[in-house]
């Protein structure tokens, strides 16, 4: 009888490690399971579209660069009146502007189908200044004449919200604004900015000769 209670004993003993054995593999094969599957839904999320863009401080008309146009926007904005082919496979789409007949606000799309800005025309209005943008976010990261346009004009970048406020030299009006990804002011003068000056340009004394 010692024996036999002996060997029932090591049997239970035996058997409660065997168990033990067996939830901890049941424990990591869960665990391994679940890390799978939110690597997957991580990596399937990634390349899912975004519903609609976020609207940010750079939101134009739904349009938000660094995101692609969705239905929804493109219903909304309607046809472009004119596609034009860019350099590296981009695409520039004009847009009819409420304001103006001869103006069009510019949305430029990458290769990968990515907004990388917009250009819009403003209509003059003296209640619409540069002071509404230098409130909310500060003193603006860089300035550089915007003589491409008019020589009146002088661009105000604000680099972390993406935005160009375009205003008059001497009343501040703003008379247009470019919406970019926010980025650093290296690259923003190697892309969007390349055409801005540091100093006003001077009309020739001479045209043409």
């Known amino acids: 009888m010692p024996n036999a209670k002996k060997h029932l004993n090591q ?30 839904s991580a990596v399937i999320t990634q390349f899912l579209p ?55 606000n510019e949305v430029v799309i990458s290769k990968e189908g990515n907004v990388e800005f917009i250009k819009t025309p403003i209509a ?14 500060g003193t603006p990261d860089l300035e550089r004449y915007a003589s491409e346009i008019s020589s009146a004009l002088k661009a105000h970048v604000f680099l972390e919200e993406g935005l160009v406020i375009i205003a008059n030299k001497k009343t501040d009006v703003v008379e247009a604004i470019w919406y970019f990804e926010p980025t650093t002011e290296d690259v923003f003068l190697r892309t969007l900015g390349e055409k801005l000056t540091k100093e006003p340009s001077q009309p020739e004394a001479f045209p043409g000769l």
Do not use: C, M, R
């Open 50 to 104: 975004i519903d609609e863009p976020p609207v940010q401080q750079n939101t134009w008309e739904g349009v938000t660069p660094g995101y692609k146009l969705t239905q929804t926007v493109t219903a909304q904005l309607g046809s472009p009146v004119e596609i034009k082919k860019l350099a590296g496979e981009k695409q520039q789409l004009s847009y009819k502007s409420n304001d103006f007949k001869s103006y069009y």
């Open 124 to 137: 003059y209005d003296t209640n619409h200044t540069l002071t509404n943008y230098t409130v909310l976010y």
């Open 11 to 40: 049997a239970y003993e035996e058997s409660k490690i065997t168990q033990s054995g067996k939830s901890k593999k049941i424990y990591w094969f869960i665990l391994g399971t679940l890390a799978i599957l939110f690597v997957i």
